[in-house]
T-cell receptor, first 114, second 114 residues
């Protein structure tokens, strides 16, 4: 079964600085999909960014970008110019090519210091 | 606006009682999912359904039951067999079998034991 590991239970960053959240996964598939979700204190799950494994180019969404290393099975999230509103739990997720389900990591709690 | 509605927001269960969590979506998604979230852990899959009148067990289905009689609705029953039901429950939906499409989440239901 596929597993997703987030090795950083907590991270903190100074406002306006950059932070990188780590994620590794285990799969025997060659084609799959990776996601980062944000869960603020409201507990709502919000999609931050997605990456298709067949694409070599790293996905970018405004201040959020990923470093996708397929051979290393690594999918880190970089947040640039951190804002107070970025404070949340961040979950990395893996979805197989069948799209039947999604596997989540345990999450990283990000604190943004003013 | 399309979305997923979970109700109630808070639910309390007495010992030996079954309770049902509601999940309704108007996104015209075929696939629906139930996750359980415990403190310090990621989301764990309870049940999922790809089409009406069909559903599959996830990783932690024991003590739970579901039905999928309508495309829009996927209620979750927490039975008395679930000995540790206190958790935050999230319902999600997505386009069926399209892996790069994200799951959309409701706002969750927090279940506690009286």
């Amino acid at each position: 079964a596929q597993t997703v590991t987030q090795s950083q239970p907590e991270m903190s960053v100074q406002e306006a600085e950059t932070v990188t959240l780590s994620c590794t996964y285990d799969t025997s598939e060659s084609d799959y999909y990776l996601f980062w979700y944000k869960q603020p204190p409201s507990r709502q799950m919000i999609l931050v960014i997605r990456q298709e494994a067949y694409k070599q180019q790293n996905a970018t969404e405004n201040r959020f970008s990923v470093n996708f290393q397929k051979a290393a099975k690594s999918f880190s999230l970089k947040i640039s110019d951190s804002q107070l509103g970025d404070a949340a739990m961040y979950f990395c997720a893996y979805r197989p090519p069948s799209g039947n389900d999604m596997r989540f990591g345990a999450g990283t709690r990000l604190t943004v210091k003013p | 606006d399309g979305g997923i509605t979970q109700s109630p927001k808070y639910l309390f269960r007495k010992e030996g009682q079954n309770v049902t969590l509601s999940c309704e979506q108007n996104l015209n998604h075929d696939a629906m999912y139930w996750y359980r979230q415990d403190p310090g852990q990621g989301l764990r899959l309870i049940y999922y359904s790809q089409i009406v009148n069909d559903f599959q067990k996830g990783d932690i289905a024991e003590g739970y039951s579901v039905s999928r009689e309508k495309k829009e609705s996927f209620p979750l029953t927490v039975t008395s067999a679930q000995k540790n039901p206190t958790a935050f429950y999230l319902c999600a939906s997505s386009i069926r079998r399209v892996g790069n499409q994200p799951q959309h989440f409701g706002d969750g239901t927090r279940l506690s034991i009286l």
